[in-house]
């Protein structure tokens, strides 16, 4: 079974430090792979994808991640973290050949940034 | 458009009692999942529809829970005999198909089982 470990669980940071979450996934197949960030309050909302192509991704407000097959990795990273990155963030992965073209997300437990200001 | 949308928001029933929750997927969005997260974890599969086509539910913790999409939009997931285990938030996401669209989350619904 598929699973996503997100090692890190509550990270804090002062504005303006580099950010890298870590996200590993266990499948030996092509996979899509997904961040997903909730603000306070707020719903999931996507951050970025990988499908294919290009293993670096940049997403929204400034975010990135790599995609490394070999370490079975996607990492989140972002030069600069502002107070507004607070929140909690989700990496998750589907096996694209499930039920069409998205099957059901596997998500790792999330991981809490507190951005102190 | 108008995003996912979830009613209620917050539920508090009783243990034993049943409960009801609604999602209203993204107008057009062919695929409609529903998810469950527990407190300090991330969401986790319970069903998923195609249409109204009922086509994985292997994620349903037990018998006492049940989805449903008769028309194909609008969808409820029903939980019977609630125990305090099924205290969670329960998550609704819809995509499109035909594309390698994203599944775009609702606010979810809020329960807690007394």
């Known amino acids: 079974a598929q699973s996503v470990s997100q090692h890190n669980h509550h990270v804090i940071l002062s504005e303006a430090a580099s950010l890298e979450l870590g996200c590993n996934y266990s499948y030996g197949g092509t996979v899509n792979l997904f961040w997903y960030v909730q603000y306070p309050g707020q719903h999931l909302q996507l951050l970025l994808k990988?499908?294919?192509?290009?293993?670096l991704v940049k997403g929204i407000k400034g975010f990135e991640a790599e995609f490394i097959k070999s370490k079975f990795s996607f990492n989140l990273r972002k030069p600069s973290v502002q107070w507004s990155d607070t929140a909690e963030y989700f990496c998750?992965?589907?096996?694209?050949?499930?039920?069409?073209?998205?099957?059901?997300?596997?998500f790792g437990k999330g991981t809490k940034l507190s951005v102190k200001p | 458009g108008a995003g996912v949308s979830q009613s209620p928001r917050y539920k508090v029933a009783k243990r034993g009692q049943d409960v009801a929750l609604r999602c209203d997927p993204i107008?057009?969005?062919?695929?409609l999942f529903w998810y469950q997260q527990a407190l300090g974890q991330g969401p986790e599969f319970l069903t998923y529809?195609?249409?109204?086509?009922?086509?994985?539910k292997s994620g349903l913790p037990s018998d006492r829970f049940f989805a449903e999409r008769p028309e194909g939009s609008v969808s409820t997931l029903k939980i019977q005999r609630t125990q305090q285990e099924d205290s969670a938030v329960y998550l609704c996401?819809?995509?499109?198909?035909?594309?390698?669209?994203?599944?775009?989350f609702g606010p979810g619904t809020r329960l807690l089982v007394l």
């Open positions: 107008s057009g969005h062919v695929s």
């Open positions: 998750a992965v589907n096996n694209p050949n499930y039920g069409g073209s998205q099957g059901n997300l596997i």
């Open positions: 996401a819809s995509s499109f198909i035909e594309t390698e669209e994203t599944q775009y």
């Open positions: 990988y499908f294919s192509g290009d293993p």
């Open positions: 529809f195609q249409n109204e086509a009922q086509l994985d």
